[in-house]
């Protein structure tokens, strides 16, 4: 019987990615994978036709059509103006799951830590990553960090489900909610939502800061680790290197609408062109390609073989070690190495064995958003002013508008107004504080613009308007 081709997009990349790319596609090839490759140009060259963005209009067509990437590392322009092509593709096409799992090849390859088998399950589209960023001022640039509440439950829900699946005990969670109360307390929270479902599964949670510092140290205790896509990115990184190598580690980026597999690592630049990068990263994201569209038969051969190769002493300079390898290969011979091995099993290593038929997406499960008494008690205006204080705070405390008054300003979040201290550095942005009186008493929206127009002409510069809300009488701002 002929066996239906899977078609797929491919694309070479810069950097050492065009080398890598062929030594995976030759593999999957000689392994008998079913595929049809539908090539695509993306990165440098399209940047330098001046397309911000690093991809032509048109190739959202094939992406769109075929569902299924397998993308080599691509270059990021240095210098303003220019979007990581990564992070378009993920928020573009809903990739709201990025999974990493590290895995320590002990005794083959040195690490300090031989039993380490863990997955960082890394949010994709919010966090620092929405790329929203402003110069505010002369001195400050600010950047926000978005975490909403249907954003956190798809990718917590995602890595118990993935933990369920994978006969993973164990969920842990990473975050800063001791200081970033609302954005990382809201992943938290959500977190804790979600895992009581999961009474099979324990769940625990780390502030990230000692989480990051045990991950390094004991990298053994944890399973599942899902992330922030800031503390993700970084940990990951952290994770497979110290599994063996960063060339070791492959990636899935996986949405609803389709998914994108990778190696961890970027596009190396200065190894570029030479035949010594590892393909091995992108080798095992195309594993988890092959899984994710039911073709875990040629993913097993495939896997078993590079493991094989890897006993067998065949490294790339990145795991290369004089004591322990037999030869110090590039690219290239890796692959073949790898080809030649299809059909065998390590014996020193685990062999791996994959499900039969892959292993389905798992939809996200939405809960509705919570209803509460939203409450609109004032704004925070930000203004541009030279310090000091005594330049400006005299006109600005002279405005009110309903019900609203000035309350309170601070300078990079310190208070200096009522009862500042002197030390207190301040820079040329502060922010306004405008309440009523009485502790979180609604007020107008047209006294919040009332504001505003009156800060304007008494020649201020306003740089942007928070409203502030109180959620069950709660507030919701810091
Ligand atoms: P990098 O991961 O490309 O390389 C850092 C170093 O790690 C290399 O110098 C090399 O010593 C080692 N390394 C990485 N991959 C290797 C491999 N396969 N085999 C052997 N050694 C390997 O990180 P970088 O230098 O910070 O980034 C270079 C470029 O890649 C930047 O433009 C960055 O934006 C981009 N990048 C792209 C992706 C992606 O496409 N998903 C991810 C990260 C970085």
């Keep these: ?25 030759t593999i999957l090839q000689e392994a008998g994978s079913h595929l049809e490759i539908h090539e695509i140009e993306i990165g440098e060259k399209i940047y330098s036709r001046s397309t911000s963005t690093g991809i032509d209009p048109k190739t959202w067509d094939l992406l769109r059509a075929y569902k299924v990437f397998l993308k080599a590392p691509i270059t990021t322009p240095q210098g303003g103006g220019f979007k990581s092509l990564n992070v378009t593709i993920r928020t573009t096409m809903g990739l709201y799951a990025n999974i990493r799992p590290c895995i320590s090849y002990f005794p083959v390859i040195d690490t300090k830590h031989p039993d380490m088998d863990l997955v960082v ?8 990553y929405t790329g929203i960023e402003y110069m505010a001022t002369f001195d400050v640039a600010e950047s926000i960090k978005l975490i909403s509440r249907p954003g956190s439950e798809k990718i917590i829900r995602y890595a118990f489900e993935y933990a369920k699946k994978h006969g993973r005990k164990k969920v842990t969670v990473f975050s800063k909610d001791n200081i970033l109360k609302l954005s990382d307390g809201l992943f938290h929270k959500v977190f804790d939502q979600v895992a009581a479902e999961y009474p099979d599964i324990i769940n625990e949670h780390w502030i990230v800061d000692i989480g990051a510092a045990k991950l390094a140290d004991t990298p053994e205790l944890f399973e599942v680790i899902v992330m922030p896509n800031l503390y993700g990115d970084i940990l990951s990184d952290v994770a497979a290197q110290i599994s063996g190598s960063v060339g070791l ?3 899935a980026n996986i949405g609803e609408h389709g998914a994108m597999f990778e190696a961890i690592h970027g596009s190396a630049p200065r190894k570029a062109g030479q035949n010594v990068a590892n393909p091995s ?14 073709q875990s038969d040629v993913a097993e051969k495939i896997h078993n073989a ?4 890897l006993e067998q002493g065949i490294h790339t300079y990145d795991i290369y070690q004089e004591k322990k390898s037999k030869a110090k290969v590039g690219t290239y011979e890796f692959a073949k190495a790898v080809v030649k091995n299809l059909g065998k099993k390590p014996s020193i290593l685990q062999p ?33 002013a030279k310090p000091p204080l005594t330049h400006f705070l005299a006109k600005i405390e002279r405005i009110t508008g309903g019900n609203l008054h000035l309350t309170m300003i601070t300078n990079r979040g310190v208070r200096v107004w009522p009862e500042g201290q002197p030390e207190t550095f301040c820079v040329d942005e502060w922010r306004c504080r405008f309440t009523a009186k009485e502790v979180n008493r609604a007020v107008g929206q ?26 069950d009488g709660s507030p919701g701002f810091s």
């Design 1 to 25: 019987m002929v066996q239906h081709k899977t078609p797929i997009v491919v694309a070479k990349g810069d950097g050492i990615g065009p080398e890598i790319m062929k030594a995976t596609l």
């Design 121 to 128: 399950i890394r949010e994709n589209e919010e966090d620092l």
């Design 249 to 251: 580690g492959g990636s």
């Design 281 to 294: 990263g992108l080798l095992l994201a195309s594993l988890m390609m092959l899984e994710y569209i039911g």
């Design 306 to 309: 590079w493991l094989t190769t």
């Design 352 to 384: 791996v064995r994959y499900e039969p038929g892959g292993k389905a997406f798992i939809p996200p499960k939405i809960s509705p958003s919570p209803t509460c008494v939203k409450v609109l008690v004032g704004c925070d205006i930000y203004i541009f």
């Design 446 to 471: 047209d006294h919040i613009l009332q504001i505003q127009k009156m800060i304007a002409s008494m020649g201020i510069d306003v740089v942007k308007m928070i409203a502030l809300f109180t959620f």
